[in-house]
């Protein structure tokens, strides 16, 4: 009866051990999926835009479009989320620009006409590539640009507001940590062996960006509204609560701009209002 059991127990934490071991040394291919192919453009929408190549520190180029002119408007730097490209952008991109800004969409290595792979710190070296690229090529002030990051994307944007003088942070379905939004999704797995950071709370407490505007749907499943909530808070512990906004969207995470569509213009339009 004792051995049985204790067999039973042994298969059942072996299986634990080899599910937990798998997760660990596959968290890049789960993180990241990247597509080569741009299916869309900004023509679809009749709106004026340019094509961009820019290196980063170590050697990878990058791939990017400029929609609206840059010279006279305030510009939005858009990182995006872990899947497909920036060609499944253009929409919220489009929307953005109605409300008086040049939006920059980029992707990070690996994706769409960009090389090399994804990892975390790569992309962050993408996002530094990036701001200096429009700062020292295209003399766009840092103090200029708004730094947009949707879902995985927020980490990225995160860390530009932390490095650069920006004038606005947004965030958009971003997650607290990945160790954070790791456990919630996997909450058999203990933290310590989570092997990537993506510190979106750290970085938010080091920004410098004095206006700050977090967007998030109460029924995202896939990044948990309290993420958004909490965010919020550092934001306003960091910066002020009078420069700090918190807009609740619905459907969810990967339906709040198409089912919030009218919201989304509006809270940018008065977040940008407020800079």
Known sequence: MWKKALKF????????????????????????????????????????????????SDGVMLHGWMIGDPSDKPVVVYSHGNAGNISGRVDIAGEIAKQGTAVFLYDYRGYGKSEGSPTEEGIYRDGQAVVRYLRDEQSIPERDMIFFGRSLGGAVAARQA???????????????????????????????????????????????????????????????????????????????SENVMFRELEGGHNTGFSQSRGMYGEAWSEFLGGL
């Open 162 to 240: 932390a490095e650069f003088d920006g004038a606005g942070l947004v965030l958009d379905s971003a997650f607290i940590s990945g160790k954070e939004i790791a456990t919630d999704i996997f909450p058999f797995i203990p933290g310590f062996l989570v092997g990537v950071d993506f510190p979106v709370d750290a970085d938010l407490r080091r920004s410098v960006a004095e206006h700050i505007l977090i967007l998030h749907a109460r029924n995202d499943r896939i990044v948990p509204f309290h993420h958004g909530e909490a965010l919020y808070r550092i934001a306003q512990e960091t910066t002020g």
């Open 9 to 56: 127990i042994a298969f059942l934490l072996i299986g634990y051990l080899f599910i937990v071991g798998l997760i660990t040394l596959m968290q890049n291919q789960m993180i990241f999926h990247p597509s080569p192919e741009l299916w869309d453009t900004p023509n679809r929408l009749n709106l004026e835009w340019s094509e961009h190549r820019m290196e980063t």
